[in-house]
């Protein structure tokens, strides 16, 4: 019997809001699994990701995998601040940076004194696009502009934009139209209370809506700051399970996203 310690964070909270979020399972491995293993235990865990970890010889680095209940991903973002809260919250970071080896290459998250985390991503690139007509026709309302987005992983990605924020919260995707068009949608449109809102449907992954995607941020993140022409602003991901975090977009091909994750469960897996 293999035991492996375990935690469920509640990542990118809206605030103290109970219930927020985007959850993520987070688990310490002493040494590799099969991936069969890892893939069996995402989809045991049914969160969007779960998130491998495995020390590594040098201090403050580890290799770090993600798997949604259906497949391994490329990056994530919200798995990825679970997995550094845990590490800062247990003291296993000795110094100021957690840092990563992962698919998308080194990914490196500082602790701020205020306990926020800041995470260094890579940009997500994206160009002008025809909308997909089912897709659009799936979610029940045609963009005002629409972007094909370079894939991270898996299925083709559009973007779509739109008005105001009242038009993205009133969608009611038809999951089983948007599957059977292959195209997972990022929605977007400026905010009320935050600079710009988003919903991520991604059926063709295996998660009909994911609460709060980072990843999908690193699109967001330069879309936007090009539109604003500001650097820094502030995101929510509404939808059913709402979440808040900051971002930075610099204009040098990597994306800064600020937020923090809630500790929720604790336990040992047994495998």
Not at 235 to 241: E, F, M, N, S, Y
Request: net charge negative.
């Amino acid at each position: 019997m293999v035991e492996i310690a375990y935690e469920e964070r509640h990542a990118f909270p809206d605030g103290d809001t109970p219930h927020s979020g985007n959850p993520a399972g987070v688990c310490l491995l002493d040494a590799a699994l099969s991936d069969a293993d890892l893939q069996g235990l995402a989809q045991s865990n049914n969160l969007s990701e779960t998130a491998y970890l495995i020390a590594k010889d040098e201090p403050d680095l580890w290799s770090l995998r993600w798997f949604t209940p259906g497949c391994e991903v490329d990056l994530c973002g919200h798995a990825t601040l679970a997995a550094a809260s845990t590490l800062f919250d247990a003291g296993r970071v000795t110094g100021d940076v957690a840092r990563f080896d992962t698919a998308s290459g080194r990914l490196n998250v500082s602790q701020r004194p205020d306990g926020q985390l800041v995470m260094d991503f890579p940009e997500v690139p994206f160009e002008p696009a025809t909308a997909d007509a089912d897709a659009a026709a799936a979610l029940g309302a045609e963009p005002l502009e629409a972007y094909e987005v370079e894939r991270i992983h898996g299925s083709r990605y559009q973007m779509f934009v739109y008005a105001d924020e009242a038009t993205v919260a009133g969608l009611d995707p038809d999951f089983g139209a948007l599957k059977r068009t292959g195209i997972n949608v990022l929605a977007t449109a400026p905010g009320k209370d935050s600079d710009f809102v988003s919903r991520f449907f991604c059926p063709d992954a295996g998660i009909n809506e994911d609460p709060v995607t980072g990843s999908a941020h690193c699109t967001l993140a330069p879309y936007w700051a090009q539109r604003f022409g500001k650097a820094s602003m502030t995101a929510r991901q509404i939808g059913p399970r709402p979440g808040a975090l900051g971002v930075e977009a610099p204009g040098n091909g990597r994306v800064g996203l600020i937020g923090r994750s809630k500790a929720y469960l604790t336990g040992v897996i047994r495998l």
